[in-house]
């Protein structure tokens, strides 16, 4: 092996429930989805770490809201990139929309744990 080397590529894509205060992720070899406290988010791309054990990938990002959901209403939907690194059996993960630079937040989660998520109950008038 050369000390140059060649860029970091991926490896076998993270799988399996991965959870973490107010996250929960279920990343899959096919893309992920991720629950958000009044929100969630896709990849169609699953997380695969480098040699570096980091990754990223694009994805969207959709504000939630409490209370019904009109018909025909277009959901709140953003681009998104979901950025991290995995040691062992922890992830460090931050999703940041690409259109506005807003980082939603970072998170730690660890696999096989379902997360604590508080999903949005009622508008925020009443």
């Known amino acids: 092996m050369s000390c140059g080397g060649s860029p970091a ?5 993270l799988t399996g429930v991965w959870g973490g205060d107010h996250i929960s992720l279920t990343a899959t070899s096919s893309g992920n989805h991720a629950e958000f406290d009044c929100a969630h ?5 699953p997380l695969a770490v480098d040699a570096r054990n980091v990754f990223t990938v694009s994805g969207t990002f959709v504000r939630e809201h409490g209370g019904p959901i009109q018909a025909g ?4 939907v953003y681009p998104a990139v979901y950025s991290g ?3 062992a059996s922890t992830m460090v993960l931050t999703v940041v929309l690409t259109d506005t630079p807003e980082v939603i937040g970072t998170f730690t ?6 997360g ?6 009622l508008p925020s008038s009443q």
Request: net charge neutral; with cysteine.
């Open 73 to 76: 209403a277009a959901p709140d």
């Open 41 to 45: 988010g896709d990849t169609v791309l």
């Open 9 to 13: 590529s991926p490896t076998a894509p």
């Open 116 to 121: 604590r998520v508080l999903k949005c109950l």
């Open 109 to 114: 989660l660890m696999k096989d744990t379902p």
């Open 85 to 87: 690194s995995v040691i």
